[in-house]
């Protein structure tokens, strides 16, 4: 019974640094916001189709077009995808866009 005590009591010692234990190194930003100026956007149905072909990259997060400026915002992990690939997705979808600008 002691030794069952004793086991238990270096087993919960043993353990406890682990649960508190930080990152050794820094996450690196997992998301990216890039604004995007859309071309041929001539009606506001054209932003679902546009919306549509961004969320369908993989890594995007979050899309967001402006029919009145004629841009795009999209959050998106940069791991998974980057600029060259949103705007690839919406040319191909009838759209051109060029990067006005970019946030981390």
Do not use: W
Request: glycine share 4%; charged share 15%; hydrophobic share 40%.
């Amino acid at each position: 019974m002691k030794a069952l005590l004793l086991f238990g009591l270096l087993f919960g010692l043993v353990s406890v640094p682990a649960v508190y234990a930080e990152p050794s190194s820094p996450m690196k930003s997992s998301r990216r916001t890039v604004l995007l100026n859309v071309q041929n956007m001539t009606c506001s149905m054209c932003k679902f189709t546009i919306k549509k072909a961004l969320s369908s990259v993989a890594g995007t997060e979050k899309v967001r077009v402006n029919f009145e400026d004629k841009t795009a915002t999209v959050t998106f992990n940069p791991q998974k995808t980057n600029n060259h690939a949103l705007i690839e997705a919406i040319t191909n979808a009838g759209y051109p866009a060029t990067v006005q600008s970019t946030k981390q």
